[in-house]
């Protein structure tokens, strides 16, 4: 009887433990391919920020999350847009880094108000304990909209490296505006304006 009063005890402890009930998610074994960008980063001596759980995706930049019992966590920060607008695809592919968690923010980002333009979130997403955002989560991207991805450890004082690879046309960075060519009507304004110039320089000499 004590035997089993201590196992039921037991696990009322552990199912009452945010770290093992409240902040895992389920692990669904998503990859987004290798076809994309990526970027190695190692967690360990960066910023550490009081990070979320529990995000759940509305399409605002306000996004529902709760308070993680996992404060002062390592995290990296990555700018990355879509020219098409297709849905956000990014995986966390663990080196040394035992566990991970994957945020989207709509830029800019500030550790310091870790809710503020919060956008998506994901625990185990991707492979064994990596985070990954697919394409069939809905996660949907304004077409060339910089936002800001923040892969952070699951606990604090964990550390390793990972590699963070992007999926579908996502890039990595800002995307860079085009330079409008000059077409015939340009060049006639430009030559006008130039003729102008030349012929109050002329005036001007001759006064």
């Known amino acids: 009887m004590r035997r089993f009063l201590l196992i039921s005890g037991l696990a009322a402890m552990l199912a009452a433990s945010p770290l093992l009930a409240n902040e895992k998610g389920p692990n669904r074994e998503n990859r987004v391919g290798n076809g994309g960008p990526s970027v190695s980063g190692n967690l360990g001596a960066t910023p550490t920020f009081d990070r979320r759980f529990g995000v759940v995706f509305d399409g605002s930049c306000s996004a529902f999350s709760q308070d993680s019992s996992n404060d002062g966590t390592a995290f990296d920060t990555y700018f ?3 020219p098409s607008g297709q849905n956000m695809q990014a995986e966390v592919i663990l080196g040394t ?3 991970s968690l994957l945020f989207a923010y709509c830029t800019p980002f500030n550790p310091a108000s870790p809710t503020t333009n919060l956008y998506a979130g994901d625990d185990d997403g991707g492979v064994g304990l ?4 697919v394409a069939a989560d809905g996660i949907t991207m ?3 909209q910089v936002y800001t991805l923040v892969v952070t450890s699951f606990s604090q004082g964990d550390s390793g490296t990972y590699t963070l690879q992007l999926g579908g046309d996502l890039q990595f960075g800002e995307p860079i505006e085009a330079v409008p060519v000059p077409t015939s009507g340009h060049r ?3 030559l ?10 002329v005036l001007v000499r001759r006064r």
């Open 80 to 82: 990355v847009y879509s």
């Open 97 to 99: 880094l035992s566990d």
């Open 130 to 133: 990596g985070s990954a955002f």
């Open 142 to 144: 304004v077409p060339n």
């Open 188 to 190: 006639g304004l430009v």
């Open 192 to 201: 006008l304006g130039a003729l102008l110039l030349l012929s109050g320089l």
